[in-house]
């Protein structure tokens, strides 16, 4: 049975993750859950799975734990989640903690040589090189829970031997693929996804296509290509989770449920299948698949991604440092839309390139950068 550490439990990669464990009691043990706030949520699983270590943010709910449950292991605050992450107690953790916060802890789990099943993007955005080079000295496993980069994995099954010629990465569009981007652009119609159900950061993200932005540097550092071996594909129906295409022109395509699910079981179990009850794709239902370019003067994020990428390391901690704190103030209705590339880019503009050697330097960069844009929203 495999022990499973969760990063992020009370959010949605932990909802399926725990459901994944929950269709497969035989299988797998929750053994460490890692929350943020919603103490209920926190509580409610340590009920169903009974786990030996919990994290939550504050001390004050971490009492209120304590006193619920005087056997767990109880971890709050900052040394707290140093504490927890750097514990060996597991075989496999999902890295699914949201924005900056997950860097830490995950470079932690893999200096222990761990196995992490990554849901985090901003962990490869900002500290690529870093994890990468760490991943290889100590030895451990880093595999990918996001659909698209499941999706890659599984076509790079057996074909170790071929030499990659393209990464196609397959988009949805989000839901203004079509629409025109305006100032008028509400929160509620930004988080209206017409494909996938994720959390309200990962959704904006997901509407201004900065999230496949980030997927563009991952999948760079996962699979060891350069940027100009990735593509950007919508594909409106999310029917294809992406291809790999090789040198011999064949091209290789991961087609499923949009459940993620199914790429958590494929982690957690890796590289063996599960099965589920997850309602399957019917091709004839499906009838025809439709590929498209994204406009990069539209979505001018996915645009800046790629500069950050060519400009170097850096860049790419102040493109998701800069973009989270905008779409934080555009869920709380103190920017418009449009404001969010606006600002990412006045942030990559003013910003000299250094190198960043530790996670103490790339979080202290992530700091200002974010200090910075605040001050910039409130002028």
């Known amino acids: 049975m495999k022990k499973v550490a969760i990063f992020g439990s009370?959010?949605?990669?932990?909802?399926?993750?725990?459901?994944?464990?929950?269709?497969?009691?035989?299988?797998?043990q929750a053994v460490t859950l890692v929350a943020g706030k919603n103490i209920q949520k926190l509580m409610e699983q340590i009920e169903e799975f009974k786990p030996q270590n919990v994290y939550i943010i504050s001390e004050e709910n971490a009492?209120?734990?304590?006193?619920?449950?005087?056997?767990?292991?109880?971890?709050?605050?900052?040394?707290?989640?140093?504490?927890?992450?750097?514990?060996?107690?597991?075989?496999?953790s999902v890295s699914a903690l949201v924005g900056i916060a997950g860097l830490k802890p995950t470079y932690n789990m893999i200096k222990n040589g761990k196995t992490v099943a990554l849901a985090n993007k901003e962990v490869l955005v900002a500290g690529g090189k870093l994890i990468m080079e760490t991943?290889?000295?100590?030895?451990?496993?880093?595999?990918?829970?996001?659909?698209?980069?499941?999706?890659i994995m599984q076509c790079l099954q057996g074909e170790q031997q071929n030499k990659i010629d393209k990464i196609l990465l397959t988009a949805s569009g989000g839901p203004f693929f079509d629409k025109e981007i305006t100032d008028d652009i509400t929160v509620e119609q930004a988080l209206n996804h017409p494909t996938w159900k994720m959390g309200p950061k990962v959704t904006i993200d997901s509407s201004t296509m900065m999230n496949k932005g980030f997927e563009v540097i991952e999948a760079k550092w996962l699979f060891n290509v350069e940027p100009d071996q990735i593509q950007v594909v919508v594909h409106r129906?999310?029917?294809?989770?992406?291809?790999?295409?090789?040198v011999d022109g064949t091209i290789m395509a991961n087609l499923g449920p949009k459940s993620m699910q199914v790429p958590i079981a494929y982690a957690l179990n890796y590289p063996k299948r599960l099965k589920n009850n997850i309602e399957k794709i019917d091709l004839f239902e499906i009838s025809q698949l439709v590929f498209e370019k994204p406009n990069l003067e539209k979505f001018q994020c996915l645009k800046l991604a790629f500069e950050?990428?060519?400009?170097?390391?850096?860049?790419?901690?102040?493109?998701?440092?800069?973009?989270?704190?905008?779409?934080?103030?555009?869920?709380?209705?103190?920017?418009?839309?449009?404001?969010?590339?606006?600002?990412?880019?006045?942030?990559?503009?003013?910003?000299?390139?250094?190198?960043?050697?530790?996670?103490e330097e790339i979080l202290e960069l992530d700091k200002k950068v974010k200090d910075e844009t605040r001050k910039m929203i409130e002028d």
């Open 237 to 246: 129906k999310s029917i294809v989770h992406s291809m790999v295409q090789f």
């Open 10 to 28: 009370t959010g949605s990669i932990g909802d399926s993750t725990l459901n994944v464990i929950r269709e497969n009691p035989d299988l797998f």
């Open 63 to 92: 009492n209120k734990l304590k006193e619920k449950y005087p056997d767990l292991n109880i971890y709050c605050g900052e040394d707290g989640m140093e504490e927890i992450s750097k514990l060996t107690d597991f075989d496999i």
């Open 135 to 151: 991943a290889k000295k100590y030895n451990a496993t880093l595999l990918t829970v996001d659909s698209e980069h499941s999706a």
């Open 308 to 359: 950050a990428i060519e400009k170097g390391h850096s860049y790419q901690v102040v493109l998701n440092a800069a973009n989270e704190v905008l779409v934080d103030a555009f869920l709380n209705k103190k920017i418009t839309y449009t404001q969010i590339p606006k600002g990412i880019q006045k942030m990559l503009d003013s910003h000299k390139p250094m190198e960043l050697k530790t996670v």
